[in-house]
């Protein structure tokens, strides 16, 4: 091996030259590496140094992530041989720091070899039957490849099954709360010079070409919005799981035709509705009449059940909610039901807010009712108990006092929490940054439509139908509409019942 290290680490070099390589040397070079390395046989990738020390231990995946990525990969494939003098965790530990540490502009170049990485890692994590132990790897790689996190790719998928399937959801969390902007395959787009240019959009290096990805099925897509829905639900991020499952519902399909995914996604919406804004929500305005209807239709239990909630008596509430049982569990609902039975009173509670600047909590008892029992709370305790929790959970804003022999007294405040000057700056500054971000992407999904020919296609089909005095749905090409994935939807909630 000591003959091989000065040609495997020749590339980048190092230190850095005073003025840095072009686009141009830097493509030249990486790829000469690439081709050198590759000609390698496993066996001499394998040897050790004379000193006896294994070249993982030597070269270092931050700066020389070429040869790096080789010499992992031979040993994955011996381990998967049964290789003697192979160690499974050592090799593990390998591919988890690399995952972590590989360099960005490097990796662009080795699209198939971190694909291969990335599975086996998932692979020996299900395998163990640990596999939480691969969220935070393959979570870091995917930030590292693209720290926008607006390009969706088969590996995002891959994270969250294992996540759901793991019940293990904050490691995902930095991954799933990106808006994705891009997905692999779009057709028509000006090809990147160099794939080095560290300027580029994510979609101009994130391809089906480069092995960084795969090209996603209509119900990939779909899946990664359902089930990063359903990470927010396991974490009561109603925000968050609002905007995912939204995605899902909203996604073009060909002439409005609703898919099983997007009808799951659809029930998980009106519910998560109601604990978010505590009413069912109106469509958004990018949903086609004819999903619409298709929508009502077979979600009209849960329509039911929301419409109850908002303008119904807890009793009733609670009697739809024990009618539907059945309804619920074959759609694995069944805890989300319940998290919005609990917080019936919960809204009731805030909504005093409106009539009342102080109420005592016997008048909260009084006037407010639970749709778990359909009745009022049993004591005054009970009721301070959940204010409390309503109040240390952030869902209410408000104090409570008490005073020696009096009830405890509630006192809502005037507009939601008190930031501090030092607070509010934050605030203006994340939003500045995100109003930043947000530009460039606009900025670039328009050049990006200005080449896509099928969207020009769709334009000219709008003006003739609006000269034609048309007002039907224009849909969007769509694949296959039918679920055909292998993970079982479940019940995210019901474990906390």
């Known amino acids: 091996m000591d003959n091989l290290l000065p040609n495997l680490l020749s590339f980048p070099p190092h230190p850095p030259p005073p003025n840095p390589i072009s686009d141009y040397a830097y493509d030249q070079g990486i790829r000469e590496q690439i081709d050198y390395v590759r000609k390698l046989a496993d ?4 040897q050790q140094t004379s000193g006896g020390e294994n070249v993982l231990d030597v070269i270092n995946p931050a700066l020389n992530t070429v ?63 640990q596999p939480w132990v691969a969220l935070a790897p393959i979570r870091e790689a995917l930030l590292r490849l693209d720290p926008t996190g607006t390009m969706l790719t088969i590996s995002h998928l891959a994270l969250v099954r294992l996540a759901l399937d793991s019940h293990t ?17 779009t057709t028509n787009q000006p090809k990147p010079k160099y794939i080095c240019d560290m300027s580029l959009n994510p979609m101009q290096y994130i391809t089906p070409a480069s092995g960084l990805t795969q090209k996603l099925k209509y119900q990939d897509v779909l899946e990664y919005f359902l089930y990063s829905g359903m990470v927010f639900i396991g974490l009561r991020n109603w925000e968050g799981a609002l905007q995912c499952l939204e995605n899902a519902v909203t996604y073009p399909a060909k002439e409005g035709s609703v898919s099983k995914i997007m009808a799951e996604a659809y029930k998980k919406w009106v519910l998560v509705g109601l ?61 989300l039901v319940l998290h919005v039975l609990a917080a019936y009173q919960k809204f009731q509670i805030r909504n005093l807010a409106n ?23 049993p004591s005054p305790q009970t009721g301070e108990k959940l204010v409390q ?44 940054e995100r109003i930043h971000a947000l530009t460039k992407e606009i900025k670039q999904t328009d050049r990006m439509l200005t080449h896509d020919k099928d969207y020009i296609k769709f334009i000219q089909k709008q003006r003739k139908n609006v000269r034609q005095g048309s007002t039907g749905d224009q849909g969007i090409s769509g694949a296959d509409m039918d679920w055909g994935g292998d993970v079982e939807d479940e019940d995210i909630m019901g474990g906390l019942y």
């Open 355 to 377: 009539i009342y600047s102080k109420i005592s909590i016997p008048e909260i008892v009084s006037q407010t009712m639970s749709a778990e029992t359909g009745n009022k709370l």
């Open 67 to 129: 040869p790096y990525t080789f010499i992992l990969l031979a040993n994955i494939s011996a381990l998967k041989k049964g290789t003697k003098g192979v160690d499974m965790e050592k090799i593990w530990g390998k591919m988890t720091t690399f995952l972590g540490t590989f360099d960005p502009r490097q990796i662009r170049y080795l699209g198939e070899q971190l694909s291969t990485i990335l599975d086996a890692v998932a692979s020996i994590a299900v395998t163990n039957r």
């Open 275 to 335: 604990l978010q804004e505590g009413k069912l929500l109106n469509l958004p305005r990018s949903t086609s009449s004819n999903a619409a209807k298709q929508y009502h239709t077979l979600a009209k239990p849960y329509e039911t059940f929301a419409q109850i909630f908002e303008n119904g008596t807890a009793s009733r509430l609670k009697a739809e909610a024990d009618q539907g049982l059945t309804v619920w569990q074959n759609d694995c609902n069944t805890g």
């Open 169 to 185: 959801y904050n490691p995902v969390v930095p991954v799933i709360e990106k808006f994705i902007l891009y997905f692999p395959g």
């Open 389 to 432: 929790e309503m109040i240390n959970q952030g869902e209410l804003h408000a104090t409570m006092s008490t005073s020696p022999g009096q009830p405890a007294v509630v006192t809502f405040a005037v507009s939601g929490p008190i930031l501090t000057e030092v607070e509010m700056q934050r605030e203006l500054g994340a939003a500045t």
């Open 43 to 46: 066996s001499k990738l394998l």
